[in-house]
């Protein structure tokens, strides 16, 4: 008898059975769906992850200022430390060539005034260099560029979501107030994707909320309550030539800091590719517990299977005396079971895979999640599957081939 007969009459079998193959199908079946949906959950945290992180820059390193206790800024006054300052950011990028660009922003409490409908937007007091760092691109108009930031002109650069919601106002060459103070709007920005960060470690801004104003320009604005000294920025952007330089200019980066801040650690540096390699690691780590949890649903399922075959082994014994007193061997009759185990375990994993895609497509719906399912998480698990059936599937079709013929007969 070839494969091809012994797969027909395992099938023929199975059919004469459909309720029991049903049920033995389904232990598979749901851990099938349990391996899709937690590798796709899982990689869906992953891609939100990396999102973030790439939203940060890659090739750039970011240092900022950090709230401090009383104590602290007792030390620091001590000390002399004024906070992140332009001045660290020349120091910065004269301490190493291959640092590209070196962005200081402050962000600034204000609000647009006089605009149809209330606009909060982010106000953000730059240089030129963080149009370069950030690739801002602008859709009408241009970037702030370093003279507006020598001449102290008072215009500004509107996020695309800023531009639409201020309507008529929202157009190169208008004026808005902030806090009635006029700025000419010189440029509306492109749209720029942005994903909401989980943390602060690894949350943007989202530039299209955001209204930029030449650095020092804020001077003219009305001063607000703020836990920061007056001149203290919030944040450096430092950008370098290429990834590869990344670690060396984060140690030049804290070196020059600890030079100009006298010791004190009134700042936090966030590297991105540090941070991408450790979500790597973390998402390793992840998977493999989630592929754990789901290969011991599965191998639950094999179980269950191989509790069916045996009681079928023994329902058909005196069909196996039959089959080898006609000429059939014992590996006729293994490879029968054999198959008929695979071909439950292998119903119940493309089921479970069909399931288990749309199971993923709920979550993200109902839940927010993000779920990808990638194709090898498809080839794990009809892999993992067969592996289950083989497993199941061998010691019941070993016992049925080992049966003396004669014994089978007998038996009723």
Same mark, same amino acid.
């Given at each position: 008898?070839?494969?091809?007969?012994?797969?027909?009459?395992?099938?023929?079998?199975?059919?004469?059975?459909?309720?029991?193959?049903?049920?033995?199908?389904?232990?598979?079946?749901?851990?099938?769906?349990?391996?899709?949906?937690?590798?796709?959950?899982?990689?869906?945290?992953?891609?939100?992850?990396?999102?973030?992180?790439?939203?940060?820059?890659?090739?750039?390193?970011?240092?900022?200022?950090?709230?401090?206790?009383?104590?602290?800024?007792?030390?620091?006054?001590?000390?002399?430390?004024?906070?992140?300052?332009?001045?660290? $950011?020349?120091? &910065? +990028? %004269? #301490?190493?060539?291959?640092?590209? !660009? /070196?962005?200081?922003?402050?962000? *600034? =409490?204000?609000?647009?005034?006089?605009?149809?409908?209330?606009?909060?937007?982010?106000?953000?007091?730059?240089?030129?260099?963080?149009?370069?760092?950030?690739?801002?691109?602008?859709?009408?108009?241009?970037?702030?560029?370093?003279?507006?930031?020598?001449?102290?002109?008072?215009?500004?650069?509107? $996020?695309?979501? &800023? +531009? %639409? #919601?201020?309507?008529?106002?929202? !157009? /190169?060459?208008?004026?808005?107030? *902030? =806090?009635?103070?006029?700025?000419?709007?010189?440029?509306?920005?492109?749209?720029?994707?942005?994903?909401?960060?989980?943390?602060?470690?690894?949350?943007?801004?989202?530039?299209?909320?955001?209204?930029?104003?030449?650095?020092?320009?804020?001077?003219?604005?009305?001063?607000?309550?703020?836990?920061?000294?007056?001149?203290?920025?919030?944040?450096?952007?430092?950008?370098?030539?290429?990834?590869?330089?990344?670690?060396?200019?984060?140690?030049?980066?804290?070196?020059?800091?600890?030079?100009?801040?006298?010791?004190?650690?009134?700042?936090?540096?966030?590297?991105?590719?540090?941070?991408?390699?450790?979500?790597?690691?973390?998402?390793?780590?992840?998977?493999?517990?989630?592929?754990?949890?789901?290969?011991?649903?599965?191998?639950?399922?094999?179980?269950?299977?191989?509790?069916?075959?045996?009681?079928?082994?023994?329902?058909?014994?005196?069909?196996?005396?039959?089959?080898?007193?006609?000429?059939?061997?014992?590996?006729?009759?293994?490879?029968?079971?054999?198959?008929?185990?695979?071909?439950?375990?292998?119903?119940?994993?493309?089921?479970?895979?069909?399931?288990?895609?749309?199971?993923?497509?709920?979550?993200?719906?109902?839940?927010?999640?993000?779920?990808?399912?990638?194709?090898?998480?498809?080839?794990?698990?009809?892999?993992?599957?067969?592996?289950?059936?083989?497993?199941?599937?061998?010691?019941?079709?070993?016992?049925?081939?080992?049966?003396?013929?004669?014994?089978?007969?007998?038996?009723?």
């Amino acid at each position: 008898m070839n494969i091809w007969n012994s797969l027909s009459k395992s099938f023929r079998t199975l059919m004469m059975r459909r309720l029991r193959t049903l049920l033995s199908t389904l232990g598979v079946l749901f851990g099938v769906v349990a391996v899709i949906a937690m590798l796709s959950i899982g990689e869906g945290a992953k891609q939100e992850t990396l999102e973030q992180i790439e939203q940060l820059g890659m090739n750039s390193i970011i240092v900022r200022q950090i709230d401090l206790t009383d104590e602290q800024q007792q030390k620091a006054h001590e000390k002399r430390s004024q906070g992140l300052s332009p001045k660290d $950011g020349i120091a &910065i +990028a %004269q #301490a190493y060539k291959e640092i590209k !660009h /070196v962005a200081p922003v402050k962000v *600034i =409490e204000g609000m647009i005034t006089g605009a149809s409908t209330e606009v909060v937007p982010e106000l953000l007091a730059v240089t030129g260099s963080f149009a370069e760092i950030k690739g801002l691109i602008p859709q009408e108009g241009r970037n702030l560029c370093n003279l507006d930031v020598d001449r102290k002109q008072q215009v500004c650069v509107l $996020g695309h979501s &800023i +531009a %639409q #919601a201020l309507g008529l106002q929202g !157009h /190169v060459g208008q004026t808005i107030r *902030i =806090e009635n103070t006029q700025f000419k709007v010189v440029g509306i920005l492109a749209p720029k994707q942005w994903s909401q960060g989980k943390s602060n470690t690894l949350s943007s801004r989202n530039l299209n909320t955001c209204v930029l104003i030449p650095l020092g320009c804020e001077s003219s604005l009305p001063a607000r309550p703020t836990s920061l000294p007056k001149n203290t920025l919030n944040e450096l952007i430092v950008q370098l030539s290429h990834s590869d330089h990344i670690i060396k200019g984060s140690r030049v980066t804290r070196r020059v800091l600890e030079q100009t801040h006298y010791g004190v650690e009134d700042y936090q540096m966030v590297i991105p590719l540090e941070l991408m390699q450790q979500a790597h690691r973390t998402q390793q780590t992840f998977n493999l517990v989630l592929g754990s949890i789901a290969a011991i649903s599965l191998l639950v399922g094999g179980i269950g299977i191989m509790n069916i075959m045996l009681a079928t082994v023994s329902e058909r014994t005196r069909e196996i005396g039959i089959r080898r007193a006609v000429g059939a061997n014992k590996r006729h009759i293994l490879v029968q079971f054999l198959l008929e185990t695979l071909l439950l375990t292998l119903t119940g994993a493309l089921l479970g895979i069909v399931i288990g895609i749309f199971f993923s497509w709920g979550i993200s719906a109902i839940a927010g999640w993000q779920t990808i399912v990638k194709p090898w998480s498809i080839l794990l698990s009809l892999g993992m599957a067969s592996g289950v059936g083989i497993f199941s599937g061998l010691y019941p079709a070993i016992k049925a081939s080992s049966m003396n013929p004669i014994t089978a007969l007998r038996h009723e």
